[in-house]
Nanobody, 128 residues
């Protein structure tokens, strides 16, 4: 049984940093596409970041709203992907979800339907 377990959420001030972790169990996602989505209250779940590949051949993708502030490093030895969030803004407040796809050769990483597994979500609250 595949499980994705997020951690690292919390309440911070604008301008602060947070690092979310997503640990996978039940199978390895060595080169598979893994992503982060978020859902603010009353809004649709939206794409944040994704990573495909491993090591020196890792492709990363970001939503325009977070590009330059967020990164998505992954540690394949730990079967874990992270979301490093810097310069946080109040509009980043949301529940953040980790997702993993069975695919490792591409696809629409920004589409939540592309992903096969989801974590339970972790709350991030940024106050001004």
């Amino acid at each position: 049984q595949v499980q994705l377990t997020e951690s690292g959420g919390g309440s911070v001030q604008a301008g602060d940093s947070l690092r979310l972790s997503c640990a996978a169990s039940g199978r390895t996602f060595y080169s598979n596409t893994m992503g982060w989505f978020r859902q603010a209250a009353g809004k649709e779940r939206e794409f944040v970041a994704a990573a495909r590949g491993s090591g020196s051949v890792t492709y990363t993708f970001y939503a325009t709203s977070v590009k330059g502030r967020f990164t998505i490093p992954r540690d394949n030895a730990k079967n874990t992907v992270y979301l490093q969030m810097n310069s946080l803004k109040p509009e980043d407040t949301a529940v953040y979800y980790c997702a993993a796809s069975k695919s490792y050769t591409g696809g629409n990483y920004g589409d939540k339907n592309f992903y096969d597994y989801w974590g339970q979500g972790t709350q991030v609250t940024v106050s001004s």
